[in-house]
């Protein structure tokens, strides 16, 4: 994770102190439904994902998720981001059918804003078809 006031890049434990500390103020100062703090929740999913402490990680991408949905709509690409977040942490957790739905809602949300040439579109193809392997 890279800090936003020094740029320096952290990984493991001390990405997630700065990450958890990002949000904490992040979630003091802005309204509650918040597209910003929903990416903020992506990542720090993500991070807790990477390392392996999937029990954290699966209420902050469903929080991440619904923070999305309410703050911008069902069909945003900002809620296909989060359904491929919450897609590949299903697939790493060996519920293979709930990832394919959710990559597939994904999908469906990309191509409706973005066409079928979109690198968001490619990229959750490619990750059905890992799935699928």
């Known amino acids: 994770m890279e800090c936003p006031t020094c ?6 434990a001390p990405a997630l102190a700065l990450a958890r500390s990002s949000l904490e103020k992040m979630e003091k100062h802005r309204r509650p439904q918040n597209p910003e703090v929903a990416n903020l929740l992506n990542i720090l999913g993500n991070l ?17 998720l619904a923070m999305n949905e309410v703050a911008l709509g069902e069909d945003h690409p900002e809620v ?9 942490f299903h697939k790493e957790t060996g519920s293979l059918e709930e990832a394919l739905r959710l990559y597939k809602r994904a999908l469906a949300i990309f191509e409706a804003a973005y066409g079928r040439q979109h690198a ?6 490619n990750n059905i ?5």
């Open 80 to 88: 296909a981001i989060s359904l491929n977040n919450l897609g590949a």
């Open 7 to 12: 740029r320096r890049q952290y990984f493991g």
């Open 129 to 133: 078809g890992v799935l699928m392997q």
């Open 48 to 64: 807790l994902s990477d390392m392996g402490k999937h029990e954290e990680a699966r209420p902050v991408y469903l929080r991440a």
């Open 120 to 125: 968001h579109v490619g990229s959750t193809v």
